[in-house]
């Protein structure tokens, strides 16, 4: 690499800065061992932000994401913020980042390790080998159409789901592209039974497949899908869908690959700028304990060094001294396994850093 490329880290709340150092702590050696010059800065998000600034996307911070050729995030929000405004909530500096950043497309990959079979909430022989990616739009449909709100008398709420032709497309063509790299298949997920929306996402989806003739398109109603996910999930290859319905299908995809703690994400703009962040959430009922899983952050630097630099080789690098410590037969708590085999959050990260450098 010829240019220094910045990392923008923000730890956030709850366990996102336990399971995020550990993920720095991976980045750290994968800069020294393949020599990449990458810079690391550190900024303040969600609920930490506020009560250090009044905000939970803080100027800086953005300015810093802005200026940044990739973010890392733990994770926000917890019960302490819970009852503040809508604007100053956590959650807002997470909408404010993919919106600012435009970053409309959301990889979400659950693949099971052969070592993590027995922890899926599936019958093995359901699950073994499972690798799918969801894309998921995030920055368009039901969750920023506008008008939305409360009426005057409080007694009804409305959002509004909306999407542009240029918005289906753009998604489409990153799913397509993405399939053309896997196994060829690629299911488009809507509810255009019912909805207006779904009707123009099918059609943009269909219209889009001719300039992909070597990737075989299927639809699927999002009732359907939830159900298929759940009673052959080896079906699919790759899923696209809106931001609502990729929202709810990536969790149920979660629970098949163990725990919500192996699954990483990445969100994407068009100049393969990302946020890479773990799926889950801040965990205030495990926070400071030492039991949050760090894996689903360290897989989070891989997608990093992947999807937004080209480096395959350190990412694969990653993944396989995680595969290694998994086979070794060393747990989380949140995964499956004998008590003497379980590890906290650093003792993990330790594991992999030493296979790393091994
Ligand atoms: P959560 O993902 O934080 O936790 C759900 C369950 O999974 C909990 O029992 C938790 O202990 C467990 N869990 C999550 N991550 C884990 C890990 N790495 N290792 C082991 N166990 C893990 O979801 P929630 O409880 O619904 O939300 C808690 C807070 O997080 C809320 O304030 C919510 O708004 C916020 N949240 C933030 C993000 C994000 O920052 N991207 C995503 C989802 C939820």
Redesign the pocket.
């Known amino acids: 690499m010829n240019k220094k490329k910045t990392i923008l880290f923000l730890p ?1 709340d ?3 800065p336990e ?1 995020s150092y550990s993920a720095k702590s991976i980045l750290e050696s994968i800069n020294e061992i393949y020599n990449l010059d990458f810079i690391i800065e550190e900024a303040l998000v969600g609920g930490s932000a506020y009560d250090q600034t009044g905000v939970p996307l803080p100027e800086e911070t953005l300015n810093a994401a802005r200026k940044s050729d990739a973010i890392l995030l733990g ?4 019960p302490k913020w ?1 009852d503040l405004d809508y604007q100053y909530r ?2 807002r500096a ?1 909408l404010g980042l993919r919106s600012e950043l435009d970053l409309f497309a959301n990889f979400r990959p659950a693949i099971l390790s052969e070592y993590l079979t027995a922890s899926s909430s599936l019958k093995s022989e359901k699950v073994e080998n499972l690798d799918l990616l969801i894309i998921r739009e995030l920055t368009g449909g039901i969750y920023f159409g506008e008008p939305r709100g409360r009426k005057e008398d409080k007694k009804e709420a409305f959002n509004t789901m909306i999407y542009s032709h240029e918005e289906i497309e753009r998604i489409g063509r990153v799913a397509f592209e993405a399939a053309q790299k896997r196994n060829k298949n690629l299911c488009s997920v809507d509810k255009a039974n019912v909805l207006e929306v779904s009707v123009l996402w099918r059609e943009v989806i269909t219209d889009l497949s001719k300039n992909y003739p070597d990737v075989n398109l299927s639809h699927m109603l999002v009732d359907n899908a939830a159900m298929q996910l759940v009673r052959e999930p080896k079906q699919f290859d790759v899923i696209v869908t809106g931001n609502l319905f990729g929202d709810i299908l990536s969790d149920i995809a979660a629970m098949m690959t163990g ?3 192996m699954l990483p994400s990445a969100s994407i703009n068009s100049e393969n700028k990302g946020m890479f ?2 799926v ?7 926070a400071g304990q030492g ?3 760090p894996l ?1 952050a360290i897989l989070s630097v891989a997608m990093m060094l992947r999807y937004s630099f080209g480096l395959e080789e350190p990412a694969s690098k990653i993944e396989e001294a995680i595969e290694k410590v998994l086979k070794e037969g060393y747990r ?3 995964l499956e396994g004998p008590e003497d085999m379980k590890l906290n959050t650093d003792q993990m990260s330790q594991k992999i850093l030493e296979n790393l450098r091994g």
């Open positions: 956030g709850g366990i996102g399971v994770a926000v929000g917890g819970d956590p959650e997470l725990s919500i703690g962040e773990p889950h959430g801040s965990a205030p009922d495990i039991l949050a899983n689903a989380t708590n949140d």
